[in-house]
Antibody
Framework: QVQLQQSGPGLVKPSQTLSLTCAIS??????????WNWIRQSPSRGLEWLGR?????????DYAVSVKSRISINPDTSKNQFSLQLNSVTPEDTAVYYC???????????WGQGTMVTVSS | DIHMTQSPSSLSASVGDRVTITCRAS??????FNWYQQKPGKAPELLIY???SLQSGVPSRFSGTESGTDFTLTISSLQPEDFATYYC?????????FGQGTKLEI
């Protein structure tokens, strides 16, 4: 049974970096069929896909244009997890952040529990 | 980006009712289309993938159809646990966009 467990702070100061980690159990971050995603949800933006990383003989990363200059998603094969870093945050980045697996039939079938991140001084 | 327009934004219904939620894509997405259910304080859960395939463990009262760029989620007989918010999502191309949601209320 695949599970995703998120960790990271719930409060970040403006201009600082938001960092979250998603630990994978029951699957591998190096899977040749899955992709590992970050999605956020806020009342103003709804559900917003932020980006993904996946392995197909080499590592790929793909980011939403809205955050492309500020985001980094990285796999950690030694710990079987992946991370999100979002730089230079503003109150607009306040949201619930989810990690999710996109499977071989192109759907987000497994989600983390969500982390409410507030950007405030 | 592919825009997903979902309707209605909210819907009132009763236990036992048949309800339909629709979603329109701004361009052709073939069958790269999914439906999710979200309950308060929880992550979304996959209901239907590839427009009409039922995710494992999802009751058969849920079904999905497609017609061109129009997609429909039908719940044949509402149960108390079905009152939630439903989202559509396209997986055709990045960025993978969601509809704005339909809140199904009693």
């Amino acid at each position: 049974q695949v599970q995703l467990q998120q960790s990271g702070p719930g409060l970040v100061k403006p201009s600082q970096t938001l960092s979250l980690t998603c630990a994978i159990s029951g699957d591998s971050v190096s899977s040749n069929y899955a992709a590992w995603n970050w999605i956020r949800q806020s009342p103003s933006r709804g559900l917003e896909w932020l980006g993904r990383t996946y392995y197909r003989s080499k590592w790929y990363k793909d980011y939403a244009v809205s955050v492309k200059s500020r985001i980094s998603i990285n796999p950690d094969t030694s710990k079987n997890q992946f991370s999100l870093q979002l730089n230079s945050v503003t109150p607009e980045d306040t949201a619930v952040y989810y990690c999710a697996r996109r499977n071989d039939y192109e759907a987000f079938d497994i989600w983390g529990q969500g982390t409410m991140v507030t950007v405030s001084s | 980006d592919i825009h997903m327009t979902q309707s209605p934004s909210s819907l009132s219904a009763s236990v036992g009712d048949r309800v339909t939620i629709t979603c329109r894509a701004s361009q052709s997405i073939a069958s790269y289309f999914n439906w999710y259910q979200q309950k308060p304080g929880k992550a979304p859960e996959l209901l239907i993938y590839a427009a009409s395939s039922l995710q494992s463990g999802v009751p058969s009262r849920f079904s999905g159809t497609e017609s061109g760029t129009d997609f429909t989620l039908t719940i044949s007989s509402l149960q108390p646990e079905d009152f939630a918010t439903y989202y559509c999502q396209q997986s055709y191309s990045s960025p993978f966009t969601f509809g704005q949601g339909t809140k199904l209320e009693i």
